[in-house]
Structure formats: C-alpha cells, structure tokens
C-alpha cells in the first residue's frame, strides 16, 4: 500500500497527481473463501479489515451488490458519540469511540474526524430528567458526559433561540465533549483500502441471491456472479438484513424503515458542534465544505425504497428554523433517505445464528455510523472464533427470547 | 407524501392525517401463559418485515380516527388496496401468507 502522506502529496504534485497508486483492488472472485462478508457498507469493511488485520485470516472477500459505501454508510449525519444510558451499549459505544480516536493514523486514511462536541438538547422538565440519568450513568461507565444549563448551552451556540419565548424551550442539554463528526465515505473508503492491502478481495456489483447449505451448516452463497463458497458467511447488510436472513429461513426482529436526510448549500462557518434535539427530531452540524447537515426522524412505515415522506422532511425543517431563526432563508441543496434496520430495543444484534458458520450483524437501525469501528471488530471477532467478543455476548439474538432486552429507546437511541 | 383512500370515510386524504400501526392481521394469543418463550416472543417482536407486499394496519387519526388495512409495496411504496378492520385483503403473495 502506497503510504499517504503530506511529503507523498508534494511528490506527487510534480507529476501532476497522475501516478497515485489505485486505491483498491478490483478482483475477480475466487472460488473459495474462508469467510465471505455480505455487505460493502463501513460495518463490512471494517470486519474485513480487523479480521485480516487482527485474526490473520485473508482469503476472505467483502461482497457488495452495489458499490462500497452506497448504503448508509454514506447517507448518514455523521454524528459519533457514545453517552448511552445502558452499561453494555455505553460500553459497545465508547469502545468504538476510542478505536475512532487512532483511526485515521491506523488506516493511514484522513477520515476528517472531528471531536466537535455533541449537544443532546432538553425541552422539557421530563428531558432534563432523563439527561440527568443518562449523564450520571455515563460517568459511571467512565464516558465523558456533562449536564448544560441553559446558560452554558446559549453560550455553546449563540445562535440556537434559548429564549424563554422558544417554540421548544430550552431548559438543558447533556454535553458530550468527544463526540463530533467524521466524513463517512471515507470511512469506507479508509476501511477498504486498508483491507484490500491486507489482500482482502472488494468484490463489488455482486449480489448475495442465496445462501448454500450443506449438513446443517453454510457452505457458500450464490451470487449474480456465480456460486462462492466460503466457510463462513458473515451478513452486515442493514437495511436488507431481513432478506438475506429469510434466505435461510431465519426470522430477525428487525423491521426496515426511510431514514432521511438532506443538506443546505454551503454557507460560511457559523456551527462548530453538533446539535441534536430528539424530542423535535432535528439534528444539525455544519461540514467542513460548509453545508448544514440536517438528519429527520424516520419515516414509521416499512420501507426498502431508500426514500421517504415529503411530510417528514418539512416537520424536521420546521422544529430547526425554529431553534435556529437565524437559518429561515438558507436553501436546501439535496434530500435522500435510506433504509434503516430498527430493532425493538433500539440496539444491535451481533451474533451466531443456530446454523453452523452464518452470523448476523444488524439491527444498528438510525445511529450505526458512530459504531463502525467497534462494530467490525468485535464482529470479526465474534466469526473468526465463532465465540462472542465480551462486548458483543450481550446482543446476542437470543435476548428478544429471554427477555434480556437492552433497551436504548427514549433514553439516547431514539436517533443517531 | 401517500394518497391514502380510507375505507370508512371512503375518501382519499393526505398522508400526514394517517399514522401507521404496524403488521397487520396479528391476533393476541389466547391463552399467553401456554406460550413457549419462543412463541411469545414471536408474539411480541417478530414481523414480517418484508421486501415487497406487506399488509399493515393505519389509523386515520387526524380524521374519523378508526383502524384500517392497506396492501403496500415496500419498494415503491404503491398502496394496493385500503380495507375495514375484520377483512381479509384481497391481492397476496406466497411472501404476505
Ligand atoms: C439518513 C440517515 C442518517 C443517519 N445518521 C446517523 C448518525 O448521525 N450517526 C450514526 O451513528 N448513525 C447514523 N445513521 C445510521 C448509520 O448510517 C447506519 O447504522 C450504518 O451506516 C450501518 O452501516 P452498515 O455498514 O451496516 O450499512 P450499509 O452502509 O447500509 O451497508 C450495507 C451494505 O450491504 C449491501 N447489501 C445489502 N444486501 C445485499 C446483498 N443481498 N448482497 C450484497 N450486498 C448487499 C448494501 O448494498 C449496502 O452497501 C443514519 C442513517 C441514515 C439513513
Ligand atoms: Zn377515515
């Protein structure tokens, strides 16, 4: 792999950046893989690369039916933080923000991540409440969490409407210093050239049609390109986690949703943080090109279409010109949704299945894009051992029958 | 934004006056206490989730605020058939069954 650096850019500026390195591979597939990983998105590429990188497994292949990065990974707000309310996701969370921390130097990727700060905003006595909670069990956990007053909060943003006159008043927020942002597609991107240097096959524009067993246990899957087989089969697809499960006849809690998003032209820097508002479904932060990037709740209807209900859109639009006023005459650029795979305890399943070498990663619903480094590795590792990673045991799938529900709704996990 | 035809008011109205319930067609279990945990987990968090027709219950609830069914395509979301509580819907799929 060719190292990236400012010296290599100056090198290159003499040949007219015309003897860059490809970034990837693109190979034909194999006939046979040790693991086959179903789903070119962030979660998929970073299980390829830890699995290489940390297992030492490298006939494997990342098989994508479009092209890495074109599902949520790259249709997401961005917004990374890890302050929620129960131990064993402040615990799956925050392992991934500290993997996000060492990131872009273990890639050699610059993955534009930004500790910028989170702000989840409190409109009422309950909110606050519910903060306070969240706050306290954060700093039990170790996680850097803090409650704002009003006060400190208008000092934060001076242009968020902190008056008392607010349409949503605001009483608080709780204040996560090392949350922030990073640009998501080159994650992907990050993820994919690390793997592929590690000889991990890309295999793009292939669709996972079906999934071979053979005595009870996975054997390969077939595919628009043919039949691969592999001795494992790992599915990190999101959205589209159902469909493969149904392949094999396995039923997931999952129920697929629009999730929408949109962005303002660019306008000079004026937000340095994020600011999240759940109760109203508005969540805002500026990128470094100067758009506002704007996330709206889901849609509630099940929908596969990767778009979602204009109503939703202006409901969001309406609740963040009324926080920010200052906002009424920018103009949106472009809108889009995607598919997301929300579970009934708004957490993730990561686990086996009763079928000998398939495994499922899913579930991540609304908010799996701050999850992505932890989530590949403790995948990989969870399918290279085929035993749970410690982090992973309890979101295993067993728990929607057990009743060991881990439930983030309401108290962090309603939205990204 | 949905054209959704309600079979009570029988009229076509905005999405934004509807919510959506959920699967359509689930029946409380009878007897819970007789259920395997599997059963009953079934019961409360497994849904169809399919890529393709679903039946699901709406309610019209910024109108006359009844329950009803619709027959949808999840891909293009085109609605098929909106119908009353108590039917059966009348265009399925091996998947819908
Ligand atoms: C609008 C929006 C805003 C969001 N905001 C945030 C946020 O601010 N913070 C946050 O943490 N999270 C956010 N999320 C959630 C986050 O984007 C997802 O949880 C995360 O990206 C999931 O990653 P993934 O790699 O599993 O999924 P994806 O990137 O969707 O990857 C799955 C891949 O599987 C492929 N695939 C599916 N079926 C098959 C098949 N049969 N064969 C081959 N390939 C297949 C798909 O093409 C896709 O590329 C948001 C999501 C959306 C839609
Ligand atoms: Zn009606």
Known sequence: MQKYSGFGLLKHSMSHHENWQ????????????????????????????????????????????????????????????????WDEAAHLYEHSLKLWEGLAQDLNYNLMFSQRGVLNLGHSLQDMRDIE????????NGIDSQVLNNAQVQAKVPILDCSKNARYPVMGASWQAR??????????????????????????????????????????????????????????????????????????????????????????PILDTVVMSNHVHGYLSQSDKGDLV???????????????????????????????????RVRLNRAWGGVVDTCPDACPIISKTHIKGLYFNCGWGTGGFKATPGSGQVFAHTVAKDEPHPLAKAFNIDRFTSGKLIDEHGAAGVAH | MLHIHCPYCEEYREEEEFSVVGEAHIIRPLAP?????????????????????????????????????????????????????????????????
């Open chain 1, 179 to 268: 949350g922030g942002t990073a640009r998501h597609d080159a994650v992907a991107w990050g993820f994919a050239r690390a793997a592929d240097a590690l000889g991990v096959d890309l295999l793009q524009q292939t669709e996972v049609t079906g999934i071979r067993r053979k005595d009870g246990a996975v054997c390969g899957v077939e595919t628009n390109r043919g039949f691969i087989s592999a001795d494992k089969v790992a599915c990190v697809a999101s959205g589209n986690s159902s469909t493969l499960a149904k392949m094999v006849g396995i039923d997931l809690p999952l129920e697929s949703h629009p999730l929408q998003a949109m962005v303002s032209e660019p306008i000079k």
């Open chain 2, 33 to 97: 206490e007789e259920l395997t945990d599997q059963e009953w987990a079934s019961y409360l968090f497994f849904r169809k989730n399919p890529r393709g027709l679903h039946h699901e219950m709406w309610a019209h609830s910024h109108g006359c605020r009844k329950f009803f069914n619709m027959t949808r395509h999840t891909v293009t979301y085109q609605i098929l058939e909106t119908y009353k509580m108590g039917q059966q819907p009348s265009i399925t799929t091996e998947d819908t069954k």
């Open chain 1, 294 to 328: 704007i996330g709206a709740g889901i849609d509630s209807y099940l929908g596969y279409g990767q778009r979602g209900s204009f109503d939703v859109v202006e409901h969001t639009i309406a609740a963040i010109i009324e926080m920010f006023p200052i906002f009424s």
């Open chain 1, 22 to 85: 490809r970034v990837w591979r693109n190979p034909a597939p194999k006939k046979h893989y040790d693991v086959v990983i179903v789903g070119g998105g962030g979660h998929g590429l970073a299980t390829a690369y830890y699995m290489a990188k940390e297992h030492g497994l490298t006939n494997i292949a990342v098989v994508e039916k479009g092209y890495l990065g074109g599902g949520n990974t790259a249709r997401n707000t961005t917004i990374v933080r890890s302050n929620y309310l």
């Open chain 1, 133 to 140: 909670r969240r706050v306290n069990a954060n700093r039990l």
